[in-house]
């Protein structure tokens, strides 16, 4: 077999050695790679091919509705403003635009689920929003606005920031103002006088809420970060965190963090986020250390089992499962924010050894690869390669914009 294949469009396929080479430079150090204004981005150019359609959908082919989310756009939009990919951005955003906020982010917010109904038509099938997608398209609208020089992005970014404040944030009791994870359903009962409120740990990662602060200073942004940090503090049973938690009125002006009564004190493919997100705060953010000190048990449990479980009971800490290698991706940036340099490489090139068998001949023919781990290392391999990082005030620094302007100066 050829190492090097062509498929539909021109497009060149590695294949055997010549694709686990091109997966083992995703790792390389930034050093060793040419020294251009607009370097390649191999794992972007990668997602784009298996899972962007040429009108800028981002499909998961995994479920029967062969669908496409609010998450899934606006991350794709994030990881094409790091990679500089700006045709392919305004692709992801006018059909998010156009699919998922009826033609009008003014007055809408995105629905977050859309794809093949009953009937064989291609809808919105569920038109409530998931706040975590709303903030990632907002920062990579502003982002993309200020780096690009698009006042059009900016404006979008400004009115749907202001939407989700208006409609997405809560005060709870003793707490304060806190990002729901969508629009409606997630507070219980949903009357005037509600006492539980449905939280997503893994919705607020602090650095582009910390950008948001700065962008607007009147809005809960700061807030929110704050209050952030203090639901880990509180929900982080053995060092791990659940996929969802509840906070419970307790009075009038008081509360508490328990167990969410419907999804209970699973950990799983929601939580793997939150580590993430910890590992990619800024040294200096000063919500950091305790954010890391209150998730000690992912770390913990990795060394002891030689990957991440799959699934954690957080109360009991009891442990389950093989976690598959976008957990082991998604735990690089955590791994390194804590020095252990030793157990990040073995999970490097665990990723490394599985997404090459994700994307070989025999695996695409049977399935598209898996959508969720690759956005997983998507973000992490590219924070790692230092192709960006976040700024003490949540701003965006792109390497290509840092080659950029040594490019201007020589």
């Keep these: 077999m050829p190492l090097i294949t062509r498929v539909k469009g021109g497009a060149l396929r590695l294949q055997g050695l010549a694709l686990l080479a091109l997966l083992l430079t995703w790792l ?22 298996y899972f962007v359609q040429p009108d800028g959908r981002v499909m998961d082919a995994s479920t029967p509705q062969r669908h496409s989310s609010s998450e899934g756009q606006s991350y794709a939009m994030f990881f094409a ?6 045709e392919t951005f305004e692709k992801l955003w006018r059909w998010s635009e156009n699919n998922l906020a009826q033609g009008d982010i003014k007055t809408h917010l995105p629905g977050w689920f859309w794809g093949l109904d009953e009937k064989g038509e291609w809808v919105l099938l569920d038109s409530n929003s998931a ?7 907002a920062y990579a609208l502003l ?4 780096l690009w020089h698009r006042p059009d992005y900016i404006d979008a970014g400004r009115h749907l920031l202001r939407n989700v404040a208006e409609q997405e944030v809560a005060i709870l009791p003793g707490l304060g103002k806190m990002l729901m994870p969508g ?3 997630f507070i219980k009962p949903d009357l005037t006088t509600p006492d539980q409120w449905q939280l997503n740990p893994s919705y607020m990662p602090i650095p582009i809420l910390r950008r948001f602060a700065e962008v607007d200073p009147k809005g809960p942004w700061a807030q929110i970060a704050k209050n952030t940090a203090t639901m880990i503090k509180a929900v982080s049973h053995n060092g791990f965190v659940a996929d969802w938690v509840t906070y419970r009125a307790t009075g009038p002006k008081t509360g508490e963090f328990i167990v969410d009564p419907t999804k209970g004190d699973l950990g799983s493919y929601d939580a793997i986020r939150t580590y993430m997100w910890a590992g990619l705060m ?24 030689g990957v991440p479980p799959e699934k954690v009971r957080v109360v009991s800490g009891e442990r389950s499962g093989a976690g598959p290698f976008g957990f082991s991706a998604a735990l690089l940036p955590y ?4 020095g252990k340099t030793t157990l990040q490489q073995q999970e490097a090139l665990r990723v490394e050894q599985l997404m090459a068998q994700s994307l070989t001949p025999e695996a695409i023919k049977i399935a598209q690869p898996p959508y969720y781990f690759f956005v997983l290392s998507l973000f992490s391999l590219g924070y790692m390669d230092n192709r960006y990082h976040f700024l003490d005030d949540g701003k965006l620094q792109p390497m290509w914009e840092m080659k950029c302007q040594r490019a201007l100066t020589q």
Aim: glycine residues 8%; proline residues 6%; hydrophobic residues 45%.
């Design 131 to 137: 706040s975590d997608g709303d903030l990632w398209f």
């Design 335 to 338: 791994f390194n924010a804590l």
């Design 81 to 86: 403003l790091v990679a500089n990919d700006r």
């Design 183 to 185: 629009k409606f359903g």
């Design 28 to 49: 390389l150090p930034v050093t060793a790679r040419a020294d251009t204004c607009n370097s390649p981005w191999p794992l972007w150019e990668t997602f784009v091919e």
């Design 143 to 146: 982002e993309a606005g200020r």
């Design 282 to 305: 800024p040294a200096r953010d000063r919500l950091r250390k305790a954010m890391l000190d209150n998730l000690g048990g992912m770390l913990q449990a990795t060394i002891d089992d």
